[in-house]
């Protein structure tokens, strides 16, 4: 890069202050490079849950029946993440949630009617809730089926939601995905939430 | 001296250069983290937005302040202050255009988010704004009750199922109307708008009577769709929710009768297949609206125990009467019978073999209704197993929901109709909830 005339022997050891500092800034050049391009494969991976959450409520409001393979794979083609029908590095889970009306055990609560899960359930659990194997799927409707059985009775029925979505009316039907997905180690403060992974909710 | 000073120069090139290019650096951060962060956000808030749409849509019938609060709601669920380090997340009042048998629906919302990088050049934080819309098709709708008999001991449930579900449609965009159906029927409501206040009136007016005749039900809903004076029908959502209690038992038809004093060539009429006799009775129970088909001379019923059935042919073609050729003018049967030679019909035909020809005729009808390229009616159905037990196979055919476990078209019965929804009671209580499951469903689908 520049030219060292050949009756300068001082230059030798200016060579090597070169190098030295390079080595100094090494780190720091390193490390910005590789937040850069690791920032950006998590937000691509973070952008990508999102919209997976999306996806899967708004297919799932509009009647889509999770419980059949074929609508599985509909949701899950096209995505980059490693979830497949009942395993992969992630999971979504599928609930729809209505308001116990007055005189059931359940009553004022919101409760669990459905849930259909896609992927890795040992991967992480619902934070809405999981009704006991007693009662989902529902043991009398021919499978497979993601129905609850007497979810204005049973206890482990009654979903954990955020208070905002306490005013559901009574009749009306929301519909939640989450998805729960590896970060494969790139993370970031406590932006993405628990330890190595990352989960977009979307409530429909 | 002078050239030993420039090679002074040289020493701390390296970080003479990077102090220089630091501020490009963090430049390209704050694009890379600022902008993926803002990114992240923004999808976020199309998350929230789309469902605070599709919620606002769903609440449509209530006005705009019912949208705008179902808006907020699950707008906030979505997007609740703090998630994702986002403040000051709004959504805007809803902005409702009409356009052409719909009405569009658009939400803009805003989340201001800080940023990382782009604080040191003076940026604390960027506003990220999104805008959806989604457009909610204005429905022609009609319900079809049963009052025969059989419900008399549900009436008042049946009622106030039906009233919550007219109710949870549009008096300003939306046309209701009224079929019921016992021995005969009739369009007791014909679809229009604003139907709230008098459709509840007719609702409440309803007695229940006799035997169950689900085509003339199926006949007269698809009449008054037809007769719909709405010259953007074809644009609309065009439903019929079909509510029953039981297997029918009678059936219109249009017999060949060639015997004794009833010599008719042609005689359209209600048949009955129960109680061990056949007895034409449209001109008896018929309501005297639209119009009373005149009765043929000679002819005004049989009783119980005659022969006078033994020569009785071919059935069935949709009723003409009573303008003739109007809704089907090709004249399609639409039931046969298992015997060719007469006596086709006798008194010796088992109840279940004459459920069988009354099934049959409305599963024709219905799939006839269905053909119907410019309306494109889709059919719902609704069953109350409580005082008999229902033929769920005729209902799924009804229906054409396949195995109705999901909405989706490639499962339907016949993939080139529409598909519908059944959903059936098995108690009374069950009732409202079975009504509310249908309108919620037509209410939900937008497109």
Sequence with gaps: MYYRPSFLPAVRCRRGNAVAELALVMPVLVFALFGVVSGGLVF??????????????SMFSRGTNFALDGNKDLLLL?????????????????????LAPAGTANEGQLVIS???????????????????????????????????????????????VPATLMTLPLGESMYIAEVYHATDGLRFGGVWGDTGRMSAVAYF | MQRHRIHTS????????????????????????????????????????????????????EGPSAMSDAAQRTFSANLPPGRLLVSNSSISAPTITPDNGAMNVTFNGSANIPTFFARW?????????????????????????????????????????????????????????LVIFSTSGRIDYAPTKPFKSDLNAAIDAIGSENYTNHAIGMYYAYRSLLELNDSLKDMKMNEIVF???????????RFNVTLGPCS???????????????????????????????????????????NALQSIQALWYPPTSPTAGEIFPEGIALAGFKNSAPPLFDNNMSSAEREQIAANVVDNLARKVRRDSVLKPRIHVIGYEGSSTLERSVLERLSNCGGC????????????????????????????????????????ITQ
């Design chain 2, 10 to 61: 040289r020493r701390g090139q390296i970080i003479l250069l990077f102090a220089l290019f630091i501020g490009f650096l963090i430049s390209f951060s704050a694009l890379a983290f600022d902008l993926g962060y803002a990114m992240v956000v923004r999808a976020q808030l199309v998350t929230a937005l789309d469902a605070a749409t599709l919620a606002a849509i769903r609440y449509a019938p």
């Design chain 2, 243 to 253: 509510f029953t209690d039981g297997r029918a038992n009678w059936f219109p038809g």
């Design chain 1, 44 to 57: 691509d991976r973070y952008m990508t849950v999102v919209q997976l959450s999306r996806n899967a409520a």
């Design chain 2, 264 to 306: 008719q060539p042609v005689v359209d009429g209600v048949y009955g297949i129960g109680g061990g006799y056949y007895s034409r009775v449209l001109s008896q129970l018929a309501p005297p609206s639209p119009a009373r088909p005149p009765v043929v001379a000679g002819c005004a019923g049989w009783a119980s125990g005659t």
């Design chain 1, 114 to 160: 459905e849930r259909q899960v896609i992927g890795n359930t040992a991967f992480a659990a619902s934070a809405i809730g999981q009704p006991n194997p007693a009662i989902w799927p529902h043991p009398d409707k021919p499978a497979p089926n993601g129905e609850v059985k007497d979810y204005f009775e049973e206890p482990s029925a009654v979903a954990s």
């Design chain 1, 78 to 98: 096209g995505q980059e993440l490693s979830i497949t029908r009942t395993g992969g590095e992630g999971v979504i889970y599928l609930t729809r949630v209505v």
């Design chain 2, 405 to 444: 476990a999901n909405v989706d078209a490639t499962d339907a019965a016949d993939t080139t109709q529409a598909k519908g929804k059944l959903v059936l009671a098995s108690n009374q209580a069950q009732l409202m909830q079975a009504f509310l499951e249908v309108s919620g469903f037509i209410g939900r």
């Design chain 2, 121 to 177: 050049f003076g940026t604390d934080s960027m506003t990220i704004s999104a805008q959806t819309t989604a457009a909610r098709r204005d429905r022609n709708i009609v319900l079809v009750l049963d009052y025969s008999g059989s419900v008399s001991s549900v009436l008042p449930d049946i009622k106030q199922a039906a009233k919550a579900f007219v109710n949870s449609f549009s008096d300003q965009t939306d046309q209701v109307g």
